[in-house]
Each structure stands twice: as C-alpha cells, then as structure tokens.
C-alpha cells in the first residue's frame, strides 16, 4: 500500500508539489497521469525515497520510505529513463540484483528471458531500447516486489510486448496483491488495467477516484432540438466544453446521468444519445481542453 500526505517539494523558488495525497490500495493498479510537467516524475522520485519532501509523508506499507532500506527492496521501480551498469549483460545485471533483493525468485527470472525471447549474454547497453525496457521488467519482476512503481514503462515496446507485460503484471496484483502504480502518457492502455487513476495538474492532485467512478461522473451527451438549443441548459448542467456540427450539438458534462438528462429532456430532444467517454477524453476537458477534436462520434 502506497499513502503519500499534503507533499509539498520545491526546487529553490519553483513549487513543483503541492499538498498532494495520493493513495494506492493493496492488490490495486494505480494510474497516475497529467499533463507534462505536471510533478508526476518528481512525485515518483519521493516514492522511491530519491528526494526527500519539504513537507507532508509518504509511506508504504505503513513505512516512511526516505533513507528506509528495508522498505525499498520490496519495491519494484522502473524509471523512465534506464540506467545499467555499462560493461553488463542481463545475466551480469541478475547476479547484481541477487545480492540486493532478498526475495529474489530465479525460477521466474529464468522463465521471463526465455518467454521475452533475450539472450541474457548480451550486453544491455547493444540491446535495442525495447528490449532494454523488456530487460527492465524481467529483473524488477524477479525481485518479486510487494509495490511496484513504473514511469512510463512500456515506452518502447511493441503491442505483442506490451500484452506480455500487462499480464505478468495483472497476474501479480491478483496472485500475490501487489500494489501498482503506472505513470503513462498511454491513457488507452490504462484505461484497460488501471482501477484507480489520478490527475496531477501544476503540481496538484486534481482528481483521484475509481476509474468506473469517474467515467460514471463524466458524460458525452450528443442531442438535437428542432430549433436552435434553449440557452438555460448550460446554465441547468455543469458543461466542460460543447460544440456544434450541422444541427448535432455535443457536450461534455459533469453529474449524476439521469439528472443531466432529465435537464435535457425538458426541452423536448429530436434526438439524444449518450456516447462512451474515454480516459483521454476525460483527462483533457478536466484539465479545460480547448480545440480538442472529440473522435469516433457517430452522427
């Protein structure tokens, strides 16, 4: 379990986290996103005990991680940006780990390189960058680790490698409730694994909910009136953003479903259909997007 409390961290005059809280459950997957420079990198440096917070805690599984040893061999961190040993192999990098990472499981490490296909002779620093990153899942997920915090972890990789990490990473939060935290630009793939998601924003954490949750809050309503719409529904509804294509109007709207479209149908629709929101598209009006195109609308 990941628990961070009103973390504030600057960097001489630069306030880069602000208050934040942010919890991840046991056997949960967590999908932290925001805009770029928003503190998620810096949020997951205090995670991983890197930097030490100005103010507020953090902690997993019940321990403050800064300067913490013990609480980080049970972490599993991939970075956005790898580091190896230069001269190394992944056979080299395995025997390093060994030595740090006492629940080290061979059995599985042996059985990732053969089912990613690496020859863990070669040096890593010759190895393609998506087979780096594969390098980087079968030793983080040999540690078997308790928590496992990953920034930007499948860039690089193709979709037949992405779909094998996916599952040994699912497999884990349900086998052993292993607790996961993902930081991606990739919101389509979270949106099909995370359970949770977060939306950091200048530095603030702007929403965490269940994902369900938050698509359940969120909705695209698409609707036709015989005349041009009555202009009391923006004020009835909470709109992000609204646009008009011919006579079809789409809004993006925020509150409980049948009380939005209650406020609609009072107003007599020709036509009203309620169309499946996406992560992405939730993220943008969230953060006031403007001039995004809403896609795969169907007229």
């Known amino acids: 379990m990941i628990e961070v409390k ?3 961290k600057s960097f001489q005059k630069h306030q880069v986290l602000k208050d934040v809280d942010l919890t991840v459950k046991k056997g949960s997957i967590y999908g932290l996103i925001g805009a770029n420079g928003s503190g998620k990198t810096t949020l997951i440096k205090h995670l991983m005990g890197i930097y030490k917070q100005d103010a507020g805690e953090v902690f997993i599984n019940n321990e403050k991680v ?9 972490i599993g961190y991939i970075p956005d940006e790898l580091y190896y040993f230069p001269m190394y192999s992944m056979k080299n990098m395995a025997s390093f780990y060994k030595k ?4 080290w499981n061979e059995e599985r490490y042996i059985n990732m390189v053969h089912t990613f296909e690496l020859d863990e002779n070669r040096r890593i620093n010759k190895l393609s960058k998506g087979m780096q ?3 980087a899942f079968i030793l983080t997920l040999s540690t078997m680790p308790e928590v496992m915090i990953l920034d930007e972890p499948i860039d690089g990789l193709d979709p037949l490698m ?3 990490v996916w599952k040994y990473i699912v497999e884990d939060v349900a086998e052993r409730d292993v607790s996961v935290l993902i930081s991606s630009h990739n919101l389509k793939e979270l949106e099909s694994i995370c359970d949770y998601v977060g939306i950091l924003n ?4 702007l929403i965490e909910r269940d994902l369900d949750e938050l698509k359940s809050d969120v909705h695209k309503i698409q609707v036709v009136y015989k005349t041009e719409i009555p202009e009391e529904i923006t004020k009835d509804v909470n709109v992000l953003h609204q646009e008009k294509r011919g006579t079809v109007y789409l809004f993006i709207v925020k509150g409980e479903q049948k009380e939005i479209v209650s406020k609609f149908n009072k107003y007599n629709p020709m036509i009203l259909d309620i169309l499946p929101l996406t992560l992405e598209e939730i993220f943008i009006y969230e953060l006031g997007g403007v001039g995004y195109e809403i896609q795969n609308v169907i007229f």
């Open 6 to 8: 009103k973390l504030s």
């Open 66 to 74: 800064f300067e913490n040893n013990d609480i980080k061999k049970s």
């Open 100 to 103: 740090i990472y006492p629940n």
């Open 133 to 135: 990153r594969q390098v």
């Open 162 to 164: 992405r779909k094998k």
């Open 202 to 205: 200048r530095g603030q954490m």
